[in-house]
């Protein structure tokens, strides 16, 4: 079982930066690819940014592209999140997930990600 714990959320102005962290239980963190999604009141979960196993690939939805920087540490056990150019839109519920199987599923697809962290919540004041 791994648990995951997102940490760095909080409330910013328009153009800030925040840099979310996400904290991993379990000594096979480094063969996980590791995302991170957001959900803003009253829309569906949507994918933010992935990141590969050994960080050869990463990935980003267009909304965020060029803004925000996904990275990780796998001697901590750590994902990050660098969010700079913060926009009121990306107001939202960040979660950090885990992906298990390492060359099959999408990393743009929830359902294929086997472990969620509880979120922290992320709010952009315009």
């Known amino acids: 079982q791994v648990q995951l714990v997102e940490s760095g959320g909080g409330l910013v102005q328009a153009g800030g930066s925040l840099r979310l962290s996400c904290a991993a239980s379990?000594?096979?963190?480094?063969?996980?690819?590791m995302g991170w999604f957001r959900q803003a009141p009253g829309k569906e979960r949507e994918f933010v940014t992935a990141i590969t196993w050994n960080s050869g690939s990463t990935y980003y939805a267009d909304s965020v592209k060029g803004r925000f920087t996904i990275s990780r540490d796998n001697a901590k056990n750590t994902v990050y999140l660098q969010m700079n150019s913060l926009k009121p839109e990306d107001t939202a519920v960040y979660y950090c997930?885990?992906?298990?199987?390492?060359?099959?599923?999408?990393?743009?697809?929830?359902?294929?990600?086997?472990?969620w962290g509880q979120g922290t919540q992320v709010t952009v004041s315009s």
């Open positions: 379990g000594r096979t963190f480094s063969t996980y690819t």
């Open positions: 997930a885990a992906k298990v199987a390492k060359y099959s599923g999408s990393q743009y697809i929830e359902g294929e990600y086997d472990y």
